[in-house]
Nanobody
Framework: QVQLVESGGGLVQAGGSLRLSCAASGRTFNTYAMGWFRQAPGKEREFVAAISWSETSTSYADSVKGRFTISRDNTKNTVYLQMNSLKPEDTAVYYC????????????????WGQGTQVTVSS
């Protein structure tokens, strides 16, 4: 069982930056691939970024490539999402998720989810 708690969301102006954190419980965090997803009002949840358990492999949605960076610190059981050059269209609730396997871009592949943190980007 893995419990995930996101933090770091907030209100930021366009062009600004935020860093989201996701703290995980459990002793086997370093065996889980981790992902970030987001959901804007009236839209489906969409993939943002994912990282393998070993930190050696990452993937990003085209819409955030070059602006967002996913990373993890297995000694702290934490995964991060550094978001730079934020745009109003990045406004959404951001969720982290864990998967006991390789990284995936599909939300249905993930076994555990956090409660989400709101990110709002003003124009």
């Amino acid at each position: 069982q893995v419990q995930l708690v996101e933090s770091g969301g907030g209100l930021v102006q366009a062009g600004g930056s935020l860093r989201l954190s996701c703290a995980a419980s459990g002793r086997t965090f370093n065996t889980y691939a981790m992902g970030w997803f987001r959901q804007a009002p009236g839209k489906e949840r969409e993939f943002v970024a994912a990282i393998s358990w070993s930190e050696t492999s990452t993937s990003y949605a085209d819409s955030v490539k070059g602006r967002f960076t996913i990373s993890r610190d297995n000694t702290k059981n934490t995964v991060y999402l550094q978001m730079n050059s934020l745009k109003p269209e990045d406004t959404a609730v951001y969720y982290c998720a864990a998967r006991w396997a390789g990284r995936s871009t599909h939300s249905y592949d993930y076994n555990y989810w956090g409660q989400g943190t709101q990110v709002t980007v003003s124009s």
